[in-house]
């Protein structure tokens, strides 16, 4: 069994955590973690993976 990862970047969202998922496609994503990558409060680098 592999691993699949992706980078979601999307607009800042204080409510957004790792316990959610994302439905793209037909396919979820599983938050891994979550990075504010120029800790302005701009925008969101959201790692996941296919759950398969």
């Keep these: 069994m592999?691993?699949?990862?992706h980078k979601i970047t999307v607009?800042?969202?204080?409510?957004i955590t790792?316990?959610?998922w994302f439905?793209?496609?037909g396919q979820r994503y599983e938050?891994?973690?979550?990075?504010?990558?120029?800790l302005t409060g701009e925008v969101l680098e959201i790692?996941?993976?296919?759950?398969?």
């Design 23 to 25: 439905m793209a496609g």
């Design 11 to 15: 607009r800042y969202d204080s409510s």
């Design 2 to 5: 592999s691993r699949t990862t």
């Design 18 to 20: 790792p316990g959610m």
């Design 31 to 38: 938050i891994l973690y979550i990075l504010d990558p120029y």
């Design 47 to 52: 790692f996941c993976e296919v759950v398969i």
